[in-house]
């Protein structure tokens, strides 16, 4: 475990890495006893001095929730970082590349709550139960941290790699579609590089609600009504730079496209 001291300052570390855009050498490989904890811990400051300063929290995403992902990183559950206001994108827009570091793109679908959620105990269908409609998504991953070599540890500490989403504009409830058959069809540029079915995440893109909110619990909180949960992507990541065109395609759940600029 970390000594609070350290905590403080990996966070502060953090939040210049994330004002400069720039990336900082691994938190593991200088403090080699970090644990999970610490890193939700390092999370949960930078977090509350966002709040501070005038943020809005909006939702909350989750990563690592493919069995390849989880294979790769040695981990056995996936990780959750926090969404502000001012990271939420609509279909169309221009994307400023600056504002983010080791940028790639990620197929998703973000659910937004009707209720609140909470565990323990917490299922499948209380989580579909509990929203009130999917939207497709794209997550942009912004990564602090120097990725070879990288641990769950590091990840979770620099915000789950969290950067930005893009919203499409098709809504739809649980009991309208079957959320595990939605494809996704990522292009970049006109050229198909990643291909994926939602039900890649964990078996059903809804059951890393369940999850978050079973391990909110754990901490005494729990998933408010209006949230926006990112629930994980079915596709590997795909680099962009400036200049680059994405089109995602999902089908019955219609097309996002955006433009690094």
Same mark, same amino acid.
């Given at each position: 475990?970390?000594?609070?001291?350290?905590?403080?300052?990996?966070?502060?570390?953090?939040?210049?890495?994330?004002?400069?855009?720039?990336?900082?050498?691994?938190?593991?490989?200088?403090?080699?006893?970090?644990?999970?904890?610490?890193?939700?811990?390092?999370?949960?400051?930078?977090?509350?001095?966002?709040?501070?300063?005038?943020?809005?929290?909006?939702?909350?995403?989750?990563?690592?929730?493919?069995?390849?992902?989880?294979?790769?990183?040695?981990?056995?559950?996936?990780?959750?970082?926090?969404?502000?206001?001012?990271?939420?994108?609509?279909?169309?827009?221009?994307?400023?590349?600056?504002?983010?570091?080791?940028?790639?793109?990620?197929?998703?679908?973000?659910?937004?709550?009707?209720?609140?959620?909470?565990?323990?105990?917490?299922?499948?269908?209380?989580?579909?139960?509990?929203?009130?409609?999917?939207?497709?998504?794209?997550?942009?991953?912004?990564?602090?941290?120097?990725? @070879?070599?990288?641990?769950?540890?590091?990840?979770?500490?620099?915000?789950?790699?969290?950067?930005?989403?893009?919203?499409?504009?098709?809504?739809?409830?649980?009991? @309208?579609?079957?959320?595990?058959?939605?494809?996704?069809?990522?292009?970049?540029?006109?050229?198909?590089?990643?291909?994926?079915?939602?039900?890649?995440?964990?078996?059903?893109?809804?059951?890393?609600?369940?999850?978050?909110?079973?391990?909110?619990?754990?901490?005494?909180?729990?998933?408010?009504?209006?949230?926006?949960?990112?629930?994980?992507?079915?596709?590997?990541?795909?680099?962009?730079?400036?200049?680059?065109?994405?089109?995602?395609?999902?089908?019955?759940?219609?097309?996002?496209?955006?433009?690094?600029?």
């Amino acid at each position: 475990m970390l000594h609070p001291d350290d905590i403080a300052a990996i966070a502060a570390e953090l939040a210049e890495a994330d004002r400069t855009h720039g990336v900082i050498p691994r938190i593991t490989a200088r403090y080699p006893d970090a644990t999970v904890e610490d890193s939700y811990a390092i999370q949960g400051v930078w977090r509350d001095q966002n709040i501070a300063a005038g943020r809005t929290l909006v939702g909350r995403k989750i990563g690592l929730t493919s069995k390849a992902m989880q294979q790769a990183t040695g981990i056995t559950e996936p990780d959750y970082g926090v969404m502000f206001d001012d990271t939420v994108y609509r279909s169309g827009a221009e994307i400023p590349v600056e504002k983010f570091s080791n940028v790639r793109i990620e197929v998703e679908l973000a659910f937004v709550l009707r209720t609140p959620l909470e565990g323990p105990g917490c299922t499948l269908d209380d989580a579909l139960a509990a929203i009130d409609y999917a939207v497709p998504a794209l997550e942009v991953l912004n990564s602090h941290i120097e990725l @070879e070599g990288r641990t769950i540890v590091d990840t979770i500490s620099d915000n789950a790699a969290y950067g930005a989403m893009v919203l499409g504009d098709v809504h739809k409830r649980p009991d @309208e579609i079957d959320l595990r058959w939605v494809p996704g069809v990522l292009s970049r540029n006109g050229e198909i590089e990643e291909t994926g079915v939602a039900a890649g995440v964990l078996g059903h893109p809804a059951t890393g609600v369940a999850w978050l909110a079973n391990k909110f619990h754990q901490h005494g909180a729990r998933l408010e009504a209006g949230e926006i949960i990112l629930a994980g992507s079915f596709t590997r990541p795909m680099w962009v730079s400036r200049g680059d065109t994405v089109r995602c395609d999902y089908g019955p759940m219609g097309v996002i496209e955006c433009r690094f600029v």
